[in-house]
């Protein structure tokens, strides 16, 4: 999860030279309508020209950049994965124009057919495992120095929210000896999408020869190559959905079908669950105090609960006797007021 400084909600008007971008792409005469945005700069519009829909990125420069999008997409597409299609492009000026993936959104299907649940997830996870297999894409590497930054998060912004004065010195080298083992685990590495859940994954009903499992992929423009642990923690610790253990462990062993040391992943599972829980812990502190979205801090104590889950394993020993030594009880599940 990523944002720029000082987000703004965005207006509900698709900028000017959005016309005749559309015009030249063949949609000049097409109805705009604006889409709710997320945390970020980008906007999204869906696109109606008589019956027939696409969607328009606005991902204005300078303080965004559609170039990691399309690199992302371009990659996902060319190894068979159901990214939205590309129907034109100026990134210069921040416009795409991309395939409509429709309104089943995988949490919406969810909330109504809860039923569904296993064979969706089961799904999302065979995605994954095929990802994983597939050579890594053209994206930089999610190295220590990249995992230490987002882990610091935390104490940037939600230790000073509380007043706490923690030990930072310690909290990194407690982060550096739980790391290396898992840096040594990720080698070369796979493609990590970062934003895997069930808010950026489609359900497809399409039969145009790719082979995705149905499940159409959003929001991977701050794809990396890391290691395959991280999407999937990403799926089955959702910030924003409740996901019930006995399916999380399910789901484990459904990847875990594909390793070949089942409790070196696990291990490192629990690592970078850790680390990315405590890293969107600080993330939604920062929405709160920065930019005013308060909403976020309602998600904290879900974040907080499966973060205690990770912290138990014998891996993350020395995060655990940190947290012990600097966070209050109280604070571990609470809901973070901030002051903001």
Known sequence: MTE???AKTPSDTAPPHARDFLAEAGWGSAKIEALAGDASFRRYFRIDRDGESAMLMDAPPPNEDPRPFLTAAHYLLDHGFRAPKVLAEDAAKGLVLLEDFGHRRMRDHLDDAPDDETPIYRDAVSVLAQLHRTPAGPFRPYDLNEYLREAKLFTE???????????D????????????????????GVTVLRDYH????????????FEAFGQGLLDFQDALVGHPAYDLVSLLQDARRDVDPALESAMLDHYLAHVDDADTFLA?????????????????VRLS???GKDRYLDLIPRVWK??????AHPALGPIARWMDANIPGELRAARGQTGA
């Open 4 to 6: 720029p400084a000082n």
């Open 289 to 291: 105090r920065r930019d």
């Open 306 to 311: 499966a973060m205690e889950r990770d912290l």
């Open 169 to 188: 010195t310690g909290y990194e080298a407690a982060w550096r000896e739980v790391l290396a083992p898992l840096i040594e685990t990720q080698g070369a």
């Open 157 to 167: 912004w939600f230790c000073v929210a509380h007043g706490l004065a923690v030990d």
């Open 268 to 284: 490192d599972y629990a690592r970078l669950g850790a680390q990315r829980n405590a890293k969107i812990v600080g993330i939604f």
């Open 198 to 209: 069930a808010e950026n994954i489609m359900l497809l009903d399409d039969d145009d020869g």
